[in-house]
Nanobody, 127 residues
Framework: QVQLVESGGGLVQAGGSLRLSCAAS????????MAWFRQAPGKEREWVSC????????YYADSVQGRFTFSRDNAKNTVYLRINSLKSEDTGVYYC????????????????????WGQGTQVTVSS
């Protein structure tokens, strides 16, 4: 069983940056795919980025391309999401998710693909 714990959210001014972390309690093997989702107030949860364990690639939703950076530290069992140039529309709860894999890029946006979810971390961007 894997438990995921997100952290790093907070209140940030527009234009600022944040780095979100997602720490896994159990060891995440290289076969695990990982992803970040977010849910804005009053909206459905949406996929923002993933690591495909099928091809080793990192992918982003069009809406965040160029501002978000996914990274992982296997030694720490942690994945990160760096968000630059924050906008008000980035406000929401950010979740990380793990798929026992392999995770194909085409499956990244599918919530039911993932086996484990964190509880989320709130990001609020003030204008």
């Amino acid at each position: 069983q894997v438990q995921l714990v997100e952290s790093g959210g907070g209140l940030v001014q527009a234009g600022g940056s944040l780095r979100l972390s997602c720490a896994a309690s159990g060891r995440i093997s290289s076969s695990y795919g990982m992803a970040w989702f977010r849910q804005a107030p009053g909206k459905e949860r949406e996929w923002v980025s993933c690591f495909s364990s099928r091809d080793g690639g990192v992918y982003y939703a069009d809406s965040v391309q160029g501002r978000f950076t996914f990274s992982r530290d296997n030694a720490k069992n942690t994945v990160y999401l760096r968000i630059n140039s924050l906008k008000s529309e980035d406000t929401g709860v950010y979740y990380c998710a793990a798929d026992k894999g392999p995770l194909d890029y085409s499956d990244c946006p599918q919530e039911d693909e993932y086996d484990f979810w964190g509880q989320g971390t709130q990001v609020t961007v003030s204008s």
